[in-house]
């Protein structure tokens, strides 16, 4: 479209009549047979209209593509509540080995002790002792689902306990996104918890809000603003004391990992991005994998099947008559569930808890750096992550999402914007454990830079990406009128 600027020729471009990447081999059978069971109203009149490419050109091509994609392992990637940490390519490697990856999901119903079933199953055993719970399923493909899991549960534990006058659910305004969405999605009604000049959750409007209608609170902590609810046991225990249930979301789990145990605060469920805190991959739309872990009374309202031990062996156990039945086909993302256990096994218990205790060192050094150009309304010692704000800049005419572009120049993904709501012009920092000093030093030193040159020329920060394969966009034609597919390049 007009409104994007870019250089390169797509392969469409470089294509040239009668050149070929690649000639299949010739047909070992009667193609004129096979033709035949073709409809005619299903053939082409016309070869398709693919480009005509050189293998070179061709590889080339996607190379360069793939060499402009910012992702963690180039770049610094400091997007605040979505953990983009290492990958170790050990875990890669683990994922693809043919233990795992042989055997054909419709084999895996009958599958007895098998090494795939040993390694979910351990994998089941260690995220239940991290976080204090009791049961694991790692059927939810990410954290929203495992939200929905969660309440799906929650829901059908209700009806028959006979408690179907509890339709509410009490979500924080400094909670995760999503939670919202997930209740509704359910069939509950949301009411919001206003959070104190201090950044978490204010007991007296809970106590206000909780009452013979609640299912439950649906809780994030440390939450979005980066901060550790403190009085976590205090609430759990208004909530139970009116009767529902407690849903902690654990996205930030990285920030307490191997330090403290959610099930131990009081919480009856919770899920666990492994694309967060246990390093496998995170973007692009997947795969993902968001295991809910929930204490014995909701035990049996795991999806089925659950991945138990029986007489020694590991198997499923698909005899639940109480389960909320499949919520993913087959069993889950696996290799994804592969890739965090090979993690969680090299690291160990001693090594998560170093985790977090570098990740949360690592916020709060950025956090006191970037405090002294930018406000941090929230200023107290964070968690894994902080909150800054791009206010003080409105006065020259650059935005947050402004600062957030000109900084995709520099060479850094821009940090999660405009989030959470309760920050004005909200940046949202997350470094993680993965990244050294120098890093971050960079980074803020960077952030600087960007702030000192909005009050001198703003034009050059709100015109911003420049350098960027793709530049500045009109955002509004963007969203109305998105250009989702290759068009040629209009006739002179």
Same mark, same amino acid.
């Given at each position: 479209?007009?409104?994007?600027?870019?250089?390169?020729?797509?392969?469409?471009?470089?294509?040239?009549?009668?050149?070929?990447?690649?000639?299949?081999?010739?047909?070992?059978?009667?193609?004129?047979?096979?033709?035949?069971?073709?409809?005619?109203?299903?053939?082409?009149?016309?070869?398709?209209?693919?480009?005509?490419?050189?293998?070179?050109?061709?590889?080339?091509?996607?190379?360069?593509?793939?060499?402009?994609?910012?992702?963690?392992?180039?770049?610094?990637?400091?997007?605040?509540?979505?953990?983009?940490?290492?990958?170790?390519?050990?875990?890669?490697?683990?994922?693809?080995?043919?233990?795992?990856?042989?055997?054909?999901?419709?084999?895996?119903?009958?599958?007895?002790?098998?090494?795939?079933?040993?390694?979910?199953?351990?994998?089941?055993?260690?995220?239940?002792?991290?976080?204090?719970?009791?049961?694991?399923?790692?059927?939810?493909?990410?954290?929203?689902?495992?939200?929905?899991?969660?309440?799906?549960?929650?829901?059908?534990?209700?009806?028959?306990?006979?408690?179907?006058?509890?339709?509410?659910?009490?979500?924080?305004?400094?909670?995760?996104?999503?939670?919202?969405?997930?209740?509704?999605?359910?069939?509950?009604?949301?009411?919001?918890?206003?959070?104190?000049?201090?950044?978490?959750?204010?007991?007296? #409007? /809970?106590? =206000?809000?909780?009452?013979?209608?609640? @299912?439950?609170?649906?809780?994030? !902590?440390? &939450?979005? *603003?980066?901060?550790?609810?403190?009085?976590?046991?205090?609430?759990?225990?208004?909530?139970?004391?009116?009767?529902?249930?407690?849903?902690?979301?654990?996205?930030?789990?990285?920030?307490?990992?191997?330090?403290?145990?959610?099930?131990?605060?009081?919480?009856?469920?919770?899920?666990?991005?492994?694309?967060?805190?246990?390093?496998?991959?995170?973007?692009?739309?997947?795969?993902?994998?968001?295991?809910?872990?929930?204490?014995?009374?909701?035990?049996?309202?795991?999806?089925?099947?659950?991945?138990?031990?029986?007489?020694?062996?590991?198997?499923?156990?698909?005899?639940?008559?109480?389960?909320?039945?499949?919520?993913?086909?087959?069993?889950?993302?696996?290799?994804?569930?592969?890739?965090?256990?090979?993690?969680?096994? #090299? /690291?160990? =218990?001693?090594?998560?808890?170093?985790? @977090?205790?570098?990740?949360?060192? !690592?916020? &709060?050094? *950025?956090?006191?750096?970037?405090?002294?150009?930018?406000?941090?309304?929230?200023?107290?010692?964070?968690?894994?992550?902080?909150?800054?704000?791009?206010?003080?800049?409105?006065?020259?005419?650059?935005?947050?999402?402004?600062?957030?572009?000109?900084?995709?120049?520099?060479?850094?993904?821009?940090?999660?914007?405009?989030?959470?709501?309760?920050?004005?012009?909200?940046?949202?920092?997350?470094?993680?454990?993965?990244?050294?000093?120098?890093?971050?030093?960079?980074?803020?030193?960077?952030?600087?830079?960007?702030?000192?040159?909005?009050?001198?020329?703003?034009?050059?920060?709100?015109?911003?990406?420049?350098?960027?394969?793709?530049?500045?966009?009109?955002?509004?034609?963007?969203?109305?009128?998105?250009?989702?597919?290759?068009?040629?390049?209009?006739?002179?």
């Amino acid at each position: 479209m007009s409104q994007i600027k870019s250089t390169a020729p797509s392969i469409f471009e470089r294509s040239v009549p009668g050149r070929r990447a690649w000639l299949p081999p010739a047909p070992q059978f009667d193609t004129s047979r096979a033709l035949d069971a073709i409809p005619e109203s299903m053939r082409r009149a016309e070869p398709p209209a693919l480009p005509e490419v050189s293998q070179l050109d061709m590889v080339r091509h996607f190379n360069t593509l793939a060499a402009r994609n910012m992702g963690i392992d180039t770049t610094f990637y400091p997007l605040g509540s979505c953990t983009m940490k290492l990958n170790p390519w050990i875990n890669e490697t683990m994922a693809t080995w043919p233990a795992f990856t042989a055997l054909h999901p419709a084999a895996m119903d009958d599958a007895r002790d098998c090494a795939l079933l040993r390694v979910l199953h351990d994998l089941s055993q260690w995220l239940a002792a991290l976080a204090g719970f009791d049961a694991v399923t790692l059927q939810p493909a990410a954290g929203a689902h495992g939200e929905l899991t969660a309440l799906m549960m929650i829901q059908k534990m209700l009806c028959e306990r006979g408690e179907t006058e509890r339709r509410t659910v009490l979500i924080p305004d400094t909670a995760h996104g999503t939670n919202p969405a997930s209740a509704a999605r359910c069939g509950f009604r949301v009411k919001a918890v206003k959070s104190g000049d201090d950044g978490l959750v204010d007991l007296d #409007s /809970l106590r =206000g809000l909780v009452g013979p209608d609640t @299912a439950a609170l649906m809780i994030t !902590n440390p &939450n979005t *603003l980066g901060l550790f609810e403190k009085n976590i046991e205090e609430i759990c225990r208004i909530v139970h004391g009116a009767g529902g249930q407690v849903y902690l979301d654990g996205a930030n789990f990285n920030a307490v990992v191997g330090v403290t145990r959610p099930g131990d605060w009081g919480a009856d469920v919770m899920h666990i991005n492994l694309h967060k805190t246990f390093s496998t991959p995170h973007g692009g739309g997947g795969p993902g994998a968001g295991p809910v872990c929930v204490k014995g009374h909701l035990e049996p309202y795991l999806p089925k099947p659950v991945i138990a031990e029986r007489g020694g062996e590991i198997v499923f156990d698909h005899d639940r008559p109480h389960s909320i039945g499949k919520i993913h086909g087959w069993h889950g993302n696996v290799a994804v569930a592969v890739r965090a256990w090979a993690y969680i096994r #090299s /690291l160990g =218990g001693e090594g998560l808890r170093r985790v @977090a205790q570098m990740a949360v060192l !690592n916020a &709060n050094y *950025l956090r006191a750096k970037v405090a002294e150009f930018l406000p941090i309304p929230h200023g107290k010692p964070c968690m894994h992550e902080f909150v800054a704000s791009g206010k003080p800049l409105r006065a020259h005419g650059v935005k947050t999402l402004d600062l957030a572009k000109a900084l995709i120049d520099e060479g850094f993904h821009p940090p999660t914007i405009y989030f959470p709501l309760v920050v004005d012009e909200a940046l949202m920092i997350e470094p993680t454990e993965s990244e050294s000093r120098e890093t971050l030093d960079a980074f803020a030193d960077t952030l600087r830079a960007l702030c000192e040159r909005a009050t001198t020329d703003p034009d050059s920060i709100t015109s911003a990406p420049q350098r960027a394969p793709v530049t500045r966009v009109d955002e509004a034609t963007a969203a109305r009128v998105p250009c989702l597919c290759w068009l040629p390049p209009e006739s002179e």
